[in-house]
């Protein structure tokens, strides 16, 4: 099969097509696709107590991924009418992309990636892979020749190459290590597409409801997003949690408080949208009444030696996730202070920035280590 672009002027992707034997056929088309077998990343195996592995786990291990790097070296040799013919309509081709954001190991986990040169060779050479081909679907115009026109952000959008989930998880693994690149990449997303801000929005009234079902465990109240939960209104703990239960909650709290954390230092947009929803409520309330009762619970269920080793975790997974939610609030409200600074702000802006103040200040727990952190 002989291919070469059709006319001599410049063409965007969604409009170009590709002479094939004497045929025109759109750039962007499954006629491009090649059928390859596209593997998930899956997380590489642990050793026992003792520092071993169990007999052939890594060898399995690293041969499903020599053949998922292979897949990422491919994606990104191919021209760029393949590259996104092949994700848009290859089966399980932008899946296998996505499973190394869903799987990898974020910076506030990192601990979870064994320690063993190998290993750890080989999940960064992933790592990098990946960032690249990420970083392509997210460039809208590669050169002079390859790019995509108006229908870049409905490219995205509908064919769901990216979501905001995806965003945040982007940023959460490549936004410190490539802070200025996964920064514009995600602007740019925004920008081209703006049904992403109405999904951000309804992001947010998730988290939010995810966060007061957490802090339910702690007070006894159901679980009401958006506002402040006074201890007097429920009990200190609703039920004491098993051990189980507790790591569970533990890693939630650092998994989301890193999580947005990142994203909001990443796309500093996001701030603002956070604020308008009073997300800074859901946090001191959160902190207030969860956390005390966490590490008052850490340090019940771990009271003896066989549990040392797993107290000094949880509690310092804790104590990450405390710092976390303290910055988060910052980031919401340092961007609210923006706003009410500004000479075009109205009225309702003060006022939703002291309505939010004011609630949060009968959080004291929260206050005082905020002011301690934040003087």
């Known amino acids: 099969m002989t291919s070469k672009s059709v006319g001599k002027s410049i063409k965007p ?23 390859r077998p596209m593997v998930p990343f899956t997380v590489p195996p642990k050793p026992n107590k003792n520092g071993a592995f169990t007999l052939g786990a890594k060898d399995s291990w690293f041969h499903k991924m020599d053949v998922y790097k292979s897949n990422m070296e491919w994606l990104l040799g191919l021209s760029h009418h ?33 320690e063993d040169d190998e290993i750890m ?24 020749t390859n790019f995509i026109g108006k229908k870049y952000g409905s490219l995205l959008y509908n064919y769901t190459i990216i979501s905001v989930p995806m965003m945040i ?65 429920g009990v200190r703990v609703a039920k004491r949690l098993t ?58 269920c771990c009271d003896n030696d066989e549990t040392m080793s797993l107290y000094f975790t949880l509690m310092f997974k804790l104590n990450n996730a405390r710092f976390y939610f303290i910055k988060m609030f910052r980031l919401c409200i340092q961007e609210a202070l923006k706003t009410t600074a500004n000479q075009h702000s109205d009225l309702a802006d003060c006022q939703a920035y002291l309505d939010v103040m004011s609630e949060c200040l009968t959080c004291t727990v929260f206050m005082k280590d905020y002011h301690s952190k934040f003087p």
Do not use: C
């Not at 992707?13 to 059928?35: C, H, K, M, Q």
């Not at 013919?85 to 992309?97: H, N």
């Not at 060779?121 to 050169?143: D, S």
């Open 13 to 35: 992707l969604e409009t170009l097509t590709i002479d094939v034997n004497g045929n025109p056929v759109p750039a962007l088309s499954s006629y491009f696709v090649e059928a």
């Open 82 to 114: 393949k590259f996104w013919s092949q994700i848009v309509y290859g089966t399980d081709t932008w899946d296998s992309v996505i499973s190394f954001l869903q799987e990898g190991y974020p910076f506030y986990a990192a601990d979870g990636l064994p």
């Open 121 to 144: 060779a080989i999940y960064y050479q992933i790592y990098y892979l990946v960032y690249y081909v990420v970083r392509r679907a997210m460039t809208k115009k590669e050169n002079e």
């Open 169 to 233: 998880d982007i940023s959460v693994l490549y936004g410190e290590r490539f802070q200025l690149e996964t920064a514009e990449m995600i602007s740019n997303v925004f920008a081209a597409q703006p049904l992403y801000v109405k999904d951000l929005e309804n992001s947010v009234q998730t988290v939010k409801m995810a966060l007061a079902l957490v802090e339910e465990k702690f007070t006894g109240r159901p679980a009401t997003a958006g506002e402040v939960t006074k201890l007097a209104e």
């Open 243 to 300: 051990i189980h239960d507790l790591q569970d909650v533990v890693y939630y709290l650092l998994d989301i408080s890193g999580s947005l954390t990142t994203f909001l230092e990443t796309y500093k947009p996001a701030a603002s949208i956070f604020h308008n929803h009073k997300f800074e409520m859901n946090i001191a309330s959160l902190y207030e009444n969860a956390f005390p009762s966490a590490v008052k619970q850490v340090q019940e």
